[in-house]
Structure formats: C-alpha cells, structure tokens
C-alpha cells in the first residue's frame, strides 16, 4: 500500500512567491496533519483535519499559511507571501481513526523549503 | 499543557554497544498514550511503538526494547547490540485526548540524535 505522500520534494523559492505544498494521506484514514521542522525549534503541529475538518489550527504561525483539504484524499499548505524564515522541512502525517489518540500517525517522505 | 523532554541531545556509541535513550513526559491526563518515532537521516518519520498509560509491561521487538514506568513518568528506549543502520534522530511522542474527548495532539520531544559508529 502506497504511504503518504507528499508533492514537492524539494522547494527553493523566493521571498515573496506564494509557495504550496500537497499531501495525499493514506486511503481510509481520517485524520491528517502538518507539521514544521526546524532545527531550532524541533517538530511543530501546524494544524490538523478530523473526516476532513480543520479542528485545530493554533500552530499556524501567522495568517500567511493556510491550510485546506477538499476531499479526503488531497491536502494544501499554502504560504503566502513566503520568507525567508518559513525555510524548513514540512510534514503531512495521516491517522487512521479521527479524533482517536491511541493511533499512530504515518508520516510523509517530507518536503523541504528553502525560501530565499 | 502536556510536555515531552528528550534531555539527551546527541549519543554517539560504537557498534555492538546498548544504548538507552531517555524520555520523560509531563501529562494531566490519566489516560495518554506514548510513542516512539525514527527519523533516519534520509528524513522521515518511522513509527516504531505505542504504549498507552494502563499498560507498563515493558515491550521487546528484536534488538529494541521500551521500559514504561509510570511512577517516574518515563518511557526509555534501549537499543541491544546497537548497529551502524541504527543512526537516526530518535522522537518520544505523548497523546492525550483533550476535554471533550474528540480532539487530540501529539507533542514531540526534541529528539535524539544517535550516532553509531563502526
């Protein structure tokens, strides 16, 4: 079974483009993710989606980044207008059952954004 | 708030050698679960076990094995006859359901970089 994957892989952009970042989770699970990685700061939910629901969004660092998912199958974290501070690795992560915490989540291959 | 602390930063270790890599978290919640994830360095996240707060029984799975004890509100991680593939970035993750019992986070530790070296 294909894992969660994520579209780009690699990202380099300038300040001041609009960036978007493209999951597809893993079929049949409820629950999806983003995430942040950074060095400094270490791994950072951004916002995640139950039955393809935004329910929590309070990681989102600023109104710059938002987040959709359409259907159940597709997800977009969009920048806009990207910096050069938004550079990191960003994850999309699924779960199988929405709202349940026992679950592990899978994690997407990543994609990392240089914003320069 | 719910609170995982990874203090070990880096280990580096030769090979064969057992490794223990600490977690402890911080939780109000009485029913939580625990999670251990590696980040090998080709970047992604591998889930490797979950543990939920009712069960302390330790857990073995081959070389890897995970010590639960709630009294000290810890979940190590011991790598037996570590291995060079064994280098990665090491997450102790905690769950808890937040008050209405439908939503929840899981909050990462920093990691830990382990480093074996042939």
């Known amino acids: 079974d294909a894992g969660v994957i994520q579209s780009p892989r690699h990202e380099v952009t300038e300040m001041g483009q609009e960036v978007t970042l493209r999951c597809k989770p893993i079929s049949g699970h409820n629950s999806l993710f983003w995430y942040r990685q950074t060095m400094m700061r270490g791994l950072e939910l951004l916002i995640y989606f139950n039955n393809n629901v935004p329910i929590d969004d309070s990681g989102m660092p600023e109104d710059r980044f938002s987040a959709k998912m359409p259907n159940a199958s597709f997800s977009t974290l969009k920048i806009q207008p990207s910096e050069p501070r938004d550079s990191a690795v960003y994850f999309c992560a699924s779960s199988p059952r929405a709202g349940k915490a026992s679950y592990e989540q899978y994690f997407g291959p990543g994609t990392r954004l240089t914003v320069t | 708030a719910q609170k995982v602390t990874q203090a070990q930063t880096e280990i580096s270790v030769v090979e064969k050698e057992d490794v223990t890599l600490d977690c402890v978290y911080e939780?109000?919640?009485?029913?939580?679960?625990l999670f251990w994830y590696k980040q090998p360095p080709s970047g992604e996240l591998v889930f490797l076990i979950r543990?939920?707060?009712?069960?302390?029984q330790n857990e073995i799975s081959g070389r890897y094995s995970w010590n639960f004890q709630k009294s000290t509100s810890s979940f190590n991680f011991t790598i037996t006859a570590s291995q060079v593939v064994d280098s990665a970035v090491y997450f102790c993750a905690l769950s808890e359901v937040e008050s209405g019992g439908s939503n929840y986070k899981l909050t990462f530790g920093k990691g830990t970089l382990l480093t074996v070296n042939p």
């Open positions: 543990r939920n707060s009712f069960d302390e």
């Open positions: 939780t109000r919640d009485t029913t939580y679960y």
